[in-house]
């Protein structure tokens, strides 16, 4: 019924919508993604890319509905002309996953929403709670920043996945999920879950595994406001006079929280964090689990706007650009972007281009990249949800230069032999300047003694 539905969107839209499978559960069920997009099935160059992950318990259904719900709507919308939704499509590259644990979906489906219990279809066909299945980098980054002379120089991003998680009981489903968000430059996601109503963002680990300590990320101040975007524009959570779900007020906390101050886990937010350049937070849309089918039109209405705006428009704030080669003019991939005084860095997409969201303010950026001097700019970034264009031209060391022409079997060029010459001189006179202060200090050890 969901690959029926899905299809019936792309029949409606085609010109903005492709489907398309980024592994198997299991089972053998395709974990389906609707892409939309004024340009599917291509990374068109600045524009960003935006995730919805729904379903991961498979027993939490309303996420999966939400999503479906947000297909139709994005494509009914574009089609009547709605200025809103026709900029979304043409500015951001969307992606949505309805289904990424269909086996444990299958298993609470036919339950149905009053027999299914709290944990029927929670976990995959295997047992295995994929939020609980992502390799836990933050300890690695942190083990390493403790016993590193010096922690500024440890690797804050594009922590590589350990050896030994290749060897664990890794499902089918968390791989396929990993490959995805490996292969695209995501920017933004979020990943939707049911049973509680609050939005909780990184760090959901915590140092040395406590129960419950706020653990908060570099980007604190983004992610809560991402945060209480959703939560004050869902239909519930912004109602001061709603129920609590279980035991636990969350309006004491203006409906978000860190992570780990709730509950920790090594999962899926803190892995997009760490290993990929994209920001994610985790959406608790309702009490209820699954819901009568009646109850979807309201739970609909309660989180359309939500859905809109608090990460499909946030996608768009900060700072934005493309970095090149002065020379060729070509992108430079894998160029690292760093902002002074947050210490997350990024790094730029296959074509040179990146995008570092950040609160308004004024920030210097660093760019640099192997083979190249870096760049510095300042780069200031307003209170209109759209991005500062920050673009960076790197010029590439004298040595490096020398390395592609001699690889290339080409002459060097006289002005490439100038600036060579004058860096040989240069690090000769500071070895000379070095030499002769070692000699000078040794003299004087000489006659003191």
């Known amino acids: 019924e969901m690959r029926k539905l899905m299809k019936s969107v792309t029949e409606e839209c085609p010109d903005i919508t492709r489907i398309y499978t980024i592994g198997k559960s299991y089972t053998g069920l395709k974990l389906y993604v609707m892409e939309i997009s004024d340009n599917p099935g291509k990374h068109e160059l600045g524009e960003p890319e935006f995730r919805y992950v729904a379903g991961m318990h498979g027993n939490e259904a309303l996420g999966r509905e939400l999503v479906l719900n947000l297909m139709q709507y994005l494509c009914k919308e574009y089609k009547k002309g709605n200025q809103r939704v026709i900029r979304l499509v043409t500015e951001t590259r969307i992606h949505l996953l309805p289904s990424m644990n269909p086996d444990g979906h299958e298993v609470a489906y036919k339950k149905g929403s009053e027999l299914a219990g709290w944990a029927e279809g929670r976990y995959s066909y295997e047992g295995i709670d994929m939020n609980h299945n992502f390799p836990d980098l933050n300890n690695i980054m942190w083990d390493a920043q403790e016993t590193a002379a010096d922690p500024s120089k440890v690797s804050n991003h594009y922590i590589p996945i350990p050896e030994y998680y290749t060897q664990e009981d890794v499902a089918p489903e968390t791989r396929a999920v990993i490959s995805w968000m490996q292969d695209i430059p995501f ?3 979020a990943n939707l879950h049911g049973g509680e109503l609050v939005v909780t963002y990184p760090f959901d680990c915590t140092r040395d595994w406590a ?3 706020n653990t908060p990320t570099a980007d604190d101040a983004f992610f809560r406001w991402l945060a209480t975007v959703y939560a004050s524009t869902h239909l519930v959570l912004a109602n001061p006079d709603r129920r609590i779900c279980h035991y636990e007020d969350f309006q004491m906390h203006n409906n978000i929280i860190n992570g780990g101050a ?21 959406v608790e849309l309702s009490c209820d689990k699954f819901p009568h089918a009646s109850e979807l039109p309201v739970e609909w209405e309660n989180n359309k706007e939500s859905l809109l705006v608090s990460s499909l428009t946030q996608v768009h704030r900060g700072i ?16 690292v972007v760093k902002v002074e005084d947050h210490d997350h860095d ?3 997409a296959a074509d040179g281009d990146y995008w570092r969201l950040l609160n308004p303010g004024e920030y210097k950026v660093v760019v640099w990249a192997e083979g190249y001097f870096p760049s510095m700019r300042s780069c200031r970034v307003g209170l209109e949800p759209h991005p500062t264009i920050c673009d960076f031209a790197l010029t590439k060391t004298p040595i490096q230069r020398l390395k592609e022409l001699r690889a290339k079997g080409e ?13 040989r001189m240069r690090k000769l006179r500071a070895s000379t300047k070095a030499i002769n202060r070692r000699r000078e200090s040794q003299a004087r050890r000489a006659r003191s003694s």
């Open 187 to 189: 920017v933004l996601s």
């Open 211 to 213: 129960p419950q300590e």
């Open 320 to 335: 934005k650009g493309v970095i090149r080669d002065k020379s060729t003019k070509q992108g430079i991939e894998n160029a």
């Open 346 to 348: 990024i790094r730029s």
């Open 262 to 282: 709730w509950h920790t886990v090594p999962g899926m937010n803190d892995f997009s964090y760490l290993h990929t350049n994209c920001l994610e937070v985790t």
């Open 411 to 423: 002459k060097i060029p006289r002005d490439l032999q100038l600036r060579l010459r004058a860096l």
